[in-house]
């Protein structure tokens, strides 16, 4: 598969906001900012919000940091963030947002690929050569604990930033030598054969996403929140117990909109990512690592609190209702 259809799975994303329909006004509004990954897209698949008479207003972006620019603006209600951009938005602007329940996680959902037919075997095969990177996302930020934990000083590599849907077709056509990207992507590019993975982060960190949710809206809806973190539940446990069938799902949404997609790409990128929106200790736990190395270079102040920024309560009615909802 080709660069443009990358490209268009994250154009697909964006189409597919206009594809809900407009429930009533008796039901509870939250104002959601997804990204162009796999579980967003099913997220918009079905109405999950519909047993919980909660309407969903979703915007769509490319990238967590458009996302949490749109947040941080009251555009949206809200957001999934990543380890790196938490961690700075806990030092600069704590008081904007909780975080209310965990999104996806797992460093197996970061590959970095190669040309189909390269030859380099390991990563000391790439000593010297271009990286294609996102700089300052998750992806980039694993990499770096995975070449700490290697003793591969990062002056080996030559790191290029680039959009994240630019890299697989960068690495085919020998624009980079290799390139790291996070799911879909990577299996997008891996069945259409245009790269082919050499290693991934399993095992190096689990790298997690959080759903963080403005103040504002945490007080003045709090069922709403816990409502939406429900729907996050049950569409982890389908997610868990029909990796297949999310495949084609998510395909078949995306094909709707003219763009052919493989449903085993969109299995095997599911298959790579831990879907659970339960907060669990070691989660947390990896963010003041990330946080030292920015107190070191001065891009924060100091290590931000992050226990007073956990809010359970929502997760815990959510909870509540879910299975209420499926005795």
Not at 37 to 56: C, E, I, M, N, S
């Amino acid at each position: 598969m080709k660069k443009h259809f990358i490209r268009y799975f994250a154009a697909s994303v964006f189409a597919l906001s206009a594809a809900l329909s407009a429930p009533s006004a008796a039901e509870t509004t939250i104002r959601l900012g997804l990204q162009s990954v796999p579980t967003d897209v099913l997220y918009q698949v079905r109405d999950w919000g519909a047993p919980y008479d909660l309407k969903t207003d979703i915007s769509t972006y490319s990238s967590a940091g458009d996302s949490l620019k749109a947040f941080l603006a009251g555009r949206i209600d809200v957001v999934s963030g990543g380890a790196a951009r938490l961690v700075t938005m806990a030092a600069m602007q704590p008081e904007k947002f909780f975080i209310v329940a965990a999104n996806q996680y797992g460093g197996d959902r970061y590959g970095l690929m190669v040309g189909p037919d390269a030859d380099y075997k390991t990563i000391d095969d790439l000593k010297g050569k271009k990286i294609g990177v996102v700089s300052g996302s998750g992806a980039h930020g694993t990499f770096m604990v995975y070449l700490q934990k290697n003793n591969l000083p990062v002056s080996d590599f030559q790191f290029v930033n680039m959009k994240v849907e630019d890299i697989a077709a960068a690495v085919n056509r020998g624009v980079v030598d290799a390139g790291l990207a996070w799911e879909p992507q990577v299996a997008i590019s891996e069945v259409n054969g245009v790269t082919k993975r050499l290693i991934s982060m399993k095992g190096i960190s689990e790298s997690p996403n959080f759903i963080l949710a403005s103040r504002d809206y945490a007080r003045s809806n709090p069922d709403g929140l816990a409502k939406y973190i429900a729907s996050l539940i049950d569409m982890s446990e389908f997610i868990s117990s029909n990796p297949k069938e999310v495949g084609e799902l998510i395909a078949a949404q995306i094909g709707k909109t003219g763009i052919a997609m493989e449903p085993k790409a969109m299995e095997l990128a599911v298959s790579r990512i831990v879907v659970d929106p339960r907060i669990e200790e070691r989660l947390l736990d990896e963010l003041p690592p990330i946080a030292e190395p920015m107190i070191s270079a001065g891009r924060i102040k100091a290590m931000p609190d992050f226990k007073v920024l956990v809010n359970t309560s929502f997760y815990e009615k959510a909870v509540e209702l879910q299975k209420a909802r499926n005795p």
